[in-house]
T-cell receptor, first 114, second 112 residues
Framework: DADVTQTPRNRITKTGKRIMLECSQTKGHDRMYWYRQDPGLGLRLIYYSFDVKDINKGEISDGYSVSRQAQAKFSLSLESAIPNQTALYFC?????????????FGPGTRLLVL | QQQVKQSPQSLIVQKGGISIINCAYENTAFDYFPWYQQFPGKGPALLIAIRPDVSEKKEGRFTISFNKSAKQFSLHIMDSQPGDSATYFCAAADSSGSRLTFGEGTQLTVNP
């Protein structure tokens, strides 16, 4: 987990506010991902990026945007937070040269939208 | 819709028992099936994975069984220990391997 860091670890915000969650990695991986985890729903992919110039929507991208500032940094923004975006958010990285392309997850950001 | 369905949602076993978690998938293009383990306050971490060219893979006390015709796979934890208490996620990916579709998760509790 130390190779993939997320800030903040916990955040409380109000409906309508814009917030940014940040992810940094020292693994040197090109591929980065943002997921949200909800009880009973597992992990669902929000956005992913295969390199600095490549950004792709996942299965639940509505209400979110991302920025890939560098190979090591991938930020997730909630443009106007709503209560049903309350969840645990994870960043992950992977290396396509890895035969199984293991994804390495950060420790998560717990977000509460009031 | 959930392309990978996982059961049970929660599981309680006694120390030394066998824990079994099942997953079923729909997309026949999936050809990589990892299991991730998540401890409280941590991100998921890869536990074990299988490709459909084999029906079983074993690593220590952890075994994946794979049934391609039924589109099902399962995780067996032999001699379950309290330290195995965690949430387990099955997942699946196509040949690119990069986009994982996760199951709903199973919260395993192993009582001492």
């Amino acid at each position: 987990d130390a190779d993939v860091t997320q800030t903040p670890r916990n955040r409380i915000t109000k409906t309508g506010k814009r917030i940014m969650l940040e992810c940094s990695q020292t693994k040197g991986h090109d591929r980065m991902y943002w997921y949200r985890q909800d009880p009973g729903l597992g992990l669902r992919l929000i956005y992913y990026s295969f390199d600095v110039k490549d950004i792709n929507k996942g299965e639940i991208s509505d209400g979110y945007s991302v920025s890939r500032q560098a190979q090591a940094k991938f930020s997730l923004s909630l443009e106007s937070a709503i209560p049903n975006q309350t969840a645990l958010y994870f960043c992950a990285t992977s290396d396509p040269r890895d035969s199984g392309e293991t994804q390495y997850f950060g420790p998560g950001t717990r977000l509460l939208v009031l | 819709q959930q392309q990978v369905k996982q059961s049970p949602q929660s599981l309680i076993v006694q120390k030394g028992g066998i824990s079994i978690i099942n997953c079923a998938y729909e997309n026949t293009a999936f050809d990589y099936f990892p299991w991730y383990q998540q401890f409280p306050g941590k991100g998921p971490a890869l536990l074990i994975a299988i490709r459909p060219d084999v029906s079983e893979k074993k690593e220590g006390r952890f075994t994946i069984s794979f049934n391609k015709s039924a589109k099902q796979f399962s995780l067996h934890i032999m001699d379950s220990q309290p330290g195995d208490s965690a949430t387990y996620f099955c997942a699946a990916a196509d040949s690119s391997g990069s986009r994982l579709t996760f199951g709903e998760g199973t919260q395993l509790t192993v009582n001492p």
